[in-house]
């Protein structure tokens, strides 16, 4: 009896436990476990992303640095293949299809909410450097299950077009 009163005990709390986590965080809206990683995106559109064969990230701050994994995948674009009619309830479909830019994430453990100094080189599929740059990034707090549900972990975005890294 006192084993069943015991399992009682340890399911109840946990069921408690359980709703406390997925409980909205505000203004009765459901907050899910989804959460974000600290960490840089790399996007490289065409048609320079045909070039990159391979990325490479230093990332410093506060007299330490990381050089994070990053491996950039080809990025696609939505093409419609049309509908089966008209109708609200008639099918419609799409396919992805590659458009020729490239895009990765590092990530980034402990990245700060204040600058942060990148270097990014892209190489060519020779493996000679095709860019070679460092910016400032400040990374912005993420709000994976909107503002209402608090903070995700800091990322910022590197766009590389024209030669040039535009940090976001």
């Known amino acids: 009896m006192r084993r069943l009163r015991t399992a009682v005990t340890l399911g109840t709390a946990l069921l408690a436990l359980a709703a406390c986590g997925t409980g909205g965080g505000g203004a009765g809206r459901e907050c899910t476990l989804i959460g974000s990683m600290p960490g840089l995106s790399v996007v490289v559109p065409a048609p320079e992303g045909a070039r ?10 506060g007299g330490t640095c990381q050089e994070p994994r990053l491996e950039l995948r080809p990025t696609s674009k939505t093409v419609s293949t049309g509908c089966d009619g008209d109708e609200p309830d008639d099918a419609c479909g799409a396919s992805a299809s590659p458009d020729g830019g490239m895009s990765g994430f590092a990530h ?6 204040t600058s942060v100094k990148v270097t990014l080189t892209l190489r060519d599929a020779q493996g000679r450097k095709y860019l070679g740059k460092r910016v400032d990034v400040t990374p912005k707090t993420t709000f994976p299950n909107g503002p209402h549900c608090g903070e995700g972990e800091p990322q910022a975005v590197l766009t590389v077009a024209n030669g040039q890294i535009t940090p976001r």
Do not use: N
Request: charged share 20%.
């Open 52 to 61: 990159v064969a391979s990325a490479h990230l230093r990332v410093c701050w």
């Open 108 to 113: 980034v453990e402990g990245l700060p909410k």
